[in-house]
């Protein structure tokens, strides 16, 4: 099972992007995803994170802008990035606690990044 985040790209500031998130093969259940960033030189930062049942939290920096969501099959978790600045950029990594089946383990998958660059 893999992740494949996807979405990133080069914006002006104010502008918006939508990031995706999904499992392959598809299947199964997000029990928790989240998403981090990290910008050039710096540490990776927990930006946004929802459990099974669609509660979510965000990192003070990115209340208000950014909106994390899940489709109902479970496949695919989003990230909407909206009024962006320069100090949004980085690559956009995702995350999930995801469970193949019931009765079944679950396992800590991550994606590849995908890069937002946002100019000013």
């Known amino acids: 099972v893999q992740l494949q985040a996807s979405g990133g790209g080069l914006v002006h500031a104010g502008g918006s992007l939508r990031l995706s998130c999904s499992v392959s093969p598809s299947g199964g259940s997000i029990r928790v995803g989240s998403w981090y960033r990290q910008a050039p030189g710096q540490a990776r930062e927990l930006v946004a994170t929802?459990?099974?049942?669609?509660?979510?939290d965000y990192a003070d920096f990115v209340k208000g802008r950014f909106t994390i969501s899940k489709d109902s099959a479970d496949n695919t978790m989003f990230l909407q990035l909206t009024r962006l600045t320069s100090e949004d950029t980085g690559v956009y990594s995702c995350y999930m606690l995801h469970r193949r089946g019931i009765g079944r383990p679950t396992r800590d998958l991550w994606g590849r990044g995908t890069l937002v660059t946002v100019s000013s």
């Open positions: 929802i459990t099974s049942d669609d509660r979510s």
